[in-house]
């Protein structure tokens, strides 16, 4: 167990719906990162957030933002859905602003039928 | 850009040494990273190398060559729970510190 909770664990939802996934950091961790991984795939970069700024950018589409809280929990939403959105989406959390070593939430598999 | 290269897939007998490769392109190179993912699991973190040369963590290494844009992972002593996933990933500091994570090498232990 890495310490990083994220709900919910599964979400089925239909094309064009929005979604909200959210993510609790690890006790003390104040960057959040948000990675979306499709199957039998990598891991894609979507965006990190340090202590409430967002911090880097990767391959977030447009209809994708995430935020982080004063608590540092983060949620990231997902609107106009498509069926290529189905994916797993996992957050991982780290101590520092630019750290190598990230720990991982067991992510949300999100099926959009 | 920024692209990685690994294996797709190896296979190795128990208690065997295996070597993963990993190759890398990347501008803002800052360290190379390794993790481990069982099905329906999340990354776990192994290693990470700034510098050139050999890290050491149990069964595991990892090595790095900086000027090849070239790493490793070796894990010896094989075992059955070391049936699993691995990727290789690059801490870029291109518009901000990314972890780019390459696709990834299953790796297939078996008796």
């Known amino acids: 167990d890495s310490g990083v909770t994220q709900t919910p664990k599964h979400l089925i939802t239909a094309t064009g719906q929005r979604v909200t996934l959210r993510c609790s950091p690890r006790?003390?961790?104040?960057?959040v990162y948000w990675y979306q991984q499709s199957l039998d795939q990598g891991l894609q970069f979507l965006i990190q957030?340090?202590?409430?700024?967002?911090?880097a950018k990767g391959n977030i589409l447009e209809r994708f933002s995430a935020q982080q809280f004063p608590d540092l929990h983060s949620e990231l939403n997902l609107s106009s859905l498509e069926l290529g959105d189905s994916a797993l989406y996992f957050c991982?959390?780290?101590?520092?602003?630019?750290?190598?070593?990230?720990?991982f939430g067991p992510g949300t598999r999100l099926t959009v039928t | 850009g920024q692209s990685l290269e690994q294996p797709s897939e190896v296979t190795a007998v128990e208690g065997a040494i295996v070597q993963i490769n990993c190759t890398y392109q990347?501008?803002?190179?800052?360290?190379l990273s390794w993790y481990q993912q069982h099905d329906g699991g999340a990354p776990t973190f192994l290693s990470y190398?700034?510098?050139?040369g050999l890290e050491e963590t149990g069964r595991f290494s990892s090595f790095l060559s900086r000027s090849d844009s070239y790493g490793y992972l070796l894990l010896q002593e094989l075992q059955m729970k070391d049936s699993a996933s691995y990727f290789c990933?690059?801490?870029?500091?291109?518009?901000?510190?990314?972890?780019?994570f390459g696709a990834g090498t299953r790796l297939f232990v078996k008796a």
């Open positions: 991982a959390s780290s101590e520092r602003r630019d750290s190598y070593e990230q720990y």
């Open positions: 990933a690059v801490r870029d500091q291109t518009g901000g510190f990314k972890t780019i």
């Open positions: 990347t501008s803002g190179f800052y360290g």
């Open positions: 006790s003390g961790d104040l960057s």
């Open positions: 190398n700034a510098l050139d």
């Open positions: 957030y340090y202590n409430g700024e967002e911090r």
